[in-house]
């Protein structure tokens, strides 16, 4: 079973999520329900979710990849 994904054979997240290939930005909207297994992998993933593409200039959050600097206001900061 060459291929298959297992606790000793996980699948990296697919494609993969950097900034040269997260050049284009949408907002997602919807609802997700995820369930995981005992080794943390997702097992289950129910969702329905529209994209609305956004022009960079109407980002909220402009820091580089990484958690948000200390600095930056927060949701409710942002008055979201």
Known sequence: MCGMNT???PRPPLPPFDVDVAGNWS????NK????????HMR????SINDL??????RKFHWPLGP???DYPSLPGLGL
Request: glycine share 8%.
């Open 33 to 40: 329900n995820w369930e995981f297994d005992e080794h943390g």
């Open 27 to 30: 907002r997602s909207y919807g």
């Open 7 to 9: 606790a000793e054979n």
């Open 68 to 70: 948000r600097p200390d």
């Open 53 to 58: 593409p956004i022009a960079a200039s109407d």
């Open 44 to 47: 289950r993933r129910i969702a």
